[in-house]
């Protein structure tokens, strides 16, 4: 079995030595890569290609949610598990509502690290126990009254944009003009509050509008 490949992005060295042993001890899982900082991490990623990216929050220069906002503008299929310290409930939606596919609190049991990883890798969202129990179903229950507000001309070219089809793709397909479907966008953005491409697709993905696809 090939083991699942992660990096590891927290500013304390001898952190990330822990970590790596805890999550390597099993045999499943090895770690690629290791950055201190955002900017270091996004040249690795690209680097190395990891399947799970495990970031902390607080570091010098970017922070993780900027890095995982950066990861997945490039790689719409980026898996990124954010592992912190910062366990608020309003961070833990804002992490998951970026993209995140799992959280784990710092002060939870360390097999949760392990068990969120495999998660990540089977492309399933993941919120350990010590955290607030009811920011998945929060988070669910918003996006589903995002997307119940779409029209049903919206849902249909969010799902084909959430395809990766261009503005021109669903003008050609629907029968539209550029216009009508550029102003069905704006309105797109609006009711589902998407800051890009990345993260639509990423909505789209949790809500079983599209599936996900591997390489």
Same mark, same amino acid.
């Given at each position: 079995?090939?083991?699942?490949?992660?990096?590891? !992005?927290?500013?304390?060295?001898?952190?990330? #030595?822990? $970590?790596?042993?805890? =999550? /390597?001890?099993?045999? &499943?899982?090895? %770690? !690629?890569?290791?950055?201190?900082?955002?900017? #270091?991490? $996004?040249?690795?990623? =690209? /680097?190395?290609?990891? &399947?799970?990216? %495990?970031?902390?929050?607080?570091?010098?220069?970017?922070?993780?949610?900027?890095?995982?906002?950066?990861l997945l503008a490039r790689d719409a299929g980026?898996?990124?598990?954010?592992?912190?310290?910062?366990?608020?409930?309003?961070?833990?939606?804002?992490?998951?509502?970026?993209?995140?596919?799992?959280?784990?609190?710092k002060q939870a049991d360390p097999e949760h690290?392990?068990?969120?990883?495999?998660?990540?890798?089977?492309?399933?969202?993941?919120?350990?126990?010590h955290s607030a129990p009811d920011v998945l179903?929060?988070?669910?229950?918003?996006?589903?009254?995002?997307?119940?507000?779409?029209?049903?001309?919206?849902?249909?070219?969010?799902?084909?944009?959430?395809?990766?089809?261009?503005?021109?793709?669903?003008?050609?397909?629907?029968?539209?003009?550029?216009?009508?479907?550029?102003?069905?966008?704006?309105?797109?953005?609006?009711?589902?509050?998407?800051?890009?491409?990345?993260?639509?697709?990423?909505?789209?993905?949790?809500?079983?509008?599209?599936?996900?696809?591997?390489?």
């Open positions: 079995m090939t083991p699942i490949r992660v990096m590891l !992005v927290d500013d304390h060295p001898v952190v990330r #030595t822990g $970590y790596r042993r805890l =999550l /390597e001890q099993g045999g &499943d899982i090895t %770690v !690629v890569a290791e950055a201190g900082n955002g900017e #270091t991490a $996004y040249g690795l990623h =690209l /680097e190395h290609a990891p &399947d799970v990216c %495990v970031t902390d929050l607080s570091m010098p220069g970017i922070g993780g949610l900027e890095l995982l906002r950066k980026a898996r990124v598990l954010v592992f912190t310290m910062h366990d608020t409930p309003q961070l833990i939606a804002r992490a998951f509502d970026g993209g995140a596919c799992g959280f784990v609190s690290l392990v068990d969120a990883v495999r998660a990540a890798h089977a492309g399933r969202r993941y919120l350990d126990p179903q929060g988070t669910a229950r918003r996006e589903a009254e995002r997307l119940s507000s779409l029209s049903q001309r919206e849902f249909e070219i969010f799902r084909l944009l959430a395809e990766g089809r261009s503005a021109a793709d669903c003008a050609r397909l629907l029968h539209l003009s550029s216009k009508t479907v550029a102003n069905h966008q704006t309105c797109i953005r609006e009711k589902l509050d998407v800051p890009g491409p990345a993260a639509l697709v990423h909505l789209a993905l949790r809500n079983g509008v599209i599936e996900q696809i591997h390489p």
